[in-house]
């Protein structure tokens, strides 16, 4: 598979992922993995159009992302999501992610601030620690200018 760069972001595609994070990886397909997307041809539609020009997107549900990511091996691939716990399911069904980038889990209630744009309650931040099993870089920026932050060593490092 071909997956260059995965993003957990709760706006999932916006501006800044259309105007520096497409240009800092240059990928031909996007795929979102995010249930309530997936099944709302609206979203679905206002995503793909944020997407713009040569590359393509795709909305899936988790269950069914695997499948996508399969049928598009030969694509580069940017995988987008709401929540790090997605991209923990699908390491654990066996799909190679070779780098993780937390940018934006944003402030509610139950959550605890750790940067700019990372809110945490204890389950995200479980999540995100269970992500440093797998053979993936994981990492927090929030623009690709930004100078990477190991956030697996820096949550532990918080305990």
């Known amino acids: 598979m071909s997956i260059i760069f995965a993003r957990v972001d709760e706006r999932l595609i916006h501006g800044q992922v259309a105007t520096a994070w497409l240009r800092k990886y240059p990928v031909n397909r996007v795929i979102v993995v995010d249930d309530a997307s997936a099944k709302d041809p ?51 069904r066996g799909v190679e992610i070779p780098h993780i980038n937390i940018g934006g889990i944003y402030a509610k209630e139950g959550r605890k601030q750790y940067y700019s744009t990372i809110f945490l309650d204890e389950q995200t931040k479980q999540d995100i620690l269970a992500l440093g099993d797998y053979p993936c870089k994981v990492e927090f920026r929030t623009v690709p200018q930004n100078t990477e932050v190991d956030i697996i060593k820096e949550l532990r490092e918080a305990k």
């Open 42 to 92: 609206m979203q679905t539609m206002l995503l793909q159009m944020a997407v713009s020009g040569t590359v393509k997107c795709d909305v899936t549900t988790l269950e069914a992302a695997p499948e996508v990511i399969a049928r598009h091996a030969k694509s580069k691939i940017f995988l987008c999501a709401k929540a790090p716990a997605v991209f923990l399911e699908l390491l654990r």
